[in-house]
């Protein structure tokens, strides 16, 4: 007894173009893999580079263009100056960081979404107020925008923020700047 239509099956062996799709795969992963080979599984301090951001001041710890083994999160310490804050931002990739020195705050604003025709978003009008010190961690939701805030006006309050690349990759490489740290 055959569930499948004799029609079904004679469209399916219609002849179309061919191409190489599968092939090509196998051959671009068997090459990643040689060079996957030639990246540093190590990072030393002084090959992690600073960058004056619009978010503020960073030290990349690992970044996709570090040409490390890690190919999934992106790292960095980010450097909060005594009283400021950093630029608001938003990604649809969820957001932890660790408190490394200091203390503060954070505000987040919650994503609402309604899947439609197309995606809608809109963002809460109010924050909600998260405090940390030395040795917590946070979590910010994906597409939660936020901004981080340093309570301490004499000491500079450092974080460790750690994202990842995998929603990237799927296509959803959606990241906004909505306001630049102070002097950026």
């Known amino acids: 007894m055959s569930f499948i239509d004799a029609r079904e099956r004679e469209h399916a062996h219609k002849p179309t173009t061919f191409v190489s799709f599968y092939a090509d795969a196998v051959k671009a992963s068997e090459e990643f893999r040689k060079e996957y080979d030639s990246r540093v599984g190590s990072v030393k301090y002084s090959e992690m580079p600073f960058e004056r951001s619009p978010d503020g001041l960073i030290k990349h710890i690992i970044n996709e263009r570090m040409n490390t083994k890690e190919c999934c999160l992106d790292i960095y310490m980010q450097f909060l100056p005594p009283g400021e804050a950093s630029g608001t931002h938003r990604h649809l990739s969820e957001e932890v960081f660790y408190v490394v ?84």
Not at 108 to 133: A, G, I, L, R
Not at 156 to 175: P, Q
């Open 101 to 184: 020195e200091g203390s503060g705050y954070d505000y987040h604003w919650d994503v609402n979404f309604d899947c439609k025709d197309v995606m809608e978003f809109s963002w809460e009008k109010e924050p909600k107020k998260f405090e940390w010190k030395a040795g917590d961690f946070v979590y910010i939701p994906p597409y939660c925008a936020h901004k981080h805030f340093n309570a301490d006006p004499k000491n500079e309050a450092r974080i460790i923020v750690c994202t990842s690349r995998i929603v990237k990759a799927m296509g959803f490489d959606w990241f906004e700047q909505l306001e630049n740290a102070k002097g950026f």
